[in-house]
């Protein structure tokens, strides 16, 4: 069975900086995409970004651009989220997911990490 275990959120100060890190398991999963999702309090969950495990090329919306980094370890199927000079907007319980295949249905949910930004 396919589990997805996001951590490293909590409460920080506008400035600061996370990391946050998402750890795949359960058989044999092997995901072509994952990606990164975050639903603020009373919002849609909105995409935040992807990597794409065959060349490690990754994607970020253009609103976290230059702030947010998304990496990844194949050996340990985990990927990460940089997160820096935080804003009390980036407030939001942090999701991943995978696609099984190019332009496919992100799939198996953790049950994500919070991030909580004082002003």
């Excluded at 506008?14 to 359960?26: R, V």
């Excluded at 998304?70 to 990927?79: F, M, P, R, V």
């Excluded at 407030?91 to 799939?107: D, I, L």
């Amino acid at each position: 069975q396919v589990q997805l275990e996001e951590s490293g959120g909590g409460l920080v100060e506008a400035g600061d900086s996370l990391t946050l890190s998402c750890a795949a398991s359960g058989g044999t999963y092997s995901p072509y995409d994952m990606g990164w999702f975050r639903q603020a309090p009373g919002k849609e969950r909105e995409f935040v970004g992807a990597l794409r495990w065959s060349d490690k090329s990754t994607f970020l919306t253009e609103s976290v651009k230059g702030r947010f980094t998304i990496s990844g370890d194949e050996a340990k199927n985990t990927i990460y989220l940089q997160i820096g000079s935080l804003k009390p907007e980036d407030t939001a319980v942090y999701y991943c997911s995978g696609t099984e295949y190019a332009g496919g249905p992100y799939e198996y949910w953790g049950q994500g990490t919070q991030v909580t930004v004082s002003s």
